[in-house]
């Protein structure tokens, strides 16, 4: 039985733009979309899971190790259930793991089981970061695979900077996943 209900995973990591997040699963949930979200570590850092529980209404995987419920490993269900995974705010660590198949975390791991045309990335990071030769081959890498990448936009950084890096706006974020979501009915 096929469900008629869009499934989203969003995958937050540690940048402090993870409190927006927290805003774009909170939109995709109140159009009634099935929202899973993994958290990294460094993201837990910023927000809590349980934000992220209770926005969307389901568990919040954050463990590798850890399979509530069940007999598959969650990182394979997570990635085949979902029909887009966003990555916000995806950092350069992040996107460096991505690029080049790394895998040690269940965020990273469920990227890695993802087919590439389900991923859309959201870049978050300082804009010396942004603008360094590895991230930008990393971001060739991703595009030339086939993943979207939203942003990064211009604007106010956490380091008290003016520039490119800052993740784009939690709205046009929602508007890429919702284009990328099949027409249900």
Known sequence: MTSTKNNVLVCVCG???????????????????????????GAQKFVGPLTFEALSGHQV???LWHNPGGSDPQHINLAQNAEVILVAPA?????????????????????????????????????????????????ASLRSRGLAIIGPESGWQACRTV???????????????????????
């Open 91 to 139: 950092t350069a660590n992040m996107i460096g793991k991505i690029a080049h198949g790394l895998a040690d975390d269940l965020v990273s791991t469920l990227l890695l089981a993802a087919a590439p045309e389900k991923l859309i990335v959201a870049p978050s990071m300082n804009e010396q970061m942004w603008n360094n030769p590895a991230v930008q081959a990393n971001i």
């Open 61 to 63: 995987h954050t463990d």
């Open 15 to 41: 940048g402090i733009a993870a409190y927006k997040v927290g805003y774009i699963v909170s939109q995709l949930a109140q159009r009634h979309i099935h929202v899973d979200v993994a958290m990294t570590d």
């Open 163 to 185: 520039g490119i890096g800052r993740m784009s706006e939690p709205e046009a974020i929602v508007q890429a996943v919702l284009s990328h979501l099949p027409i249900k009915s």
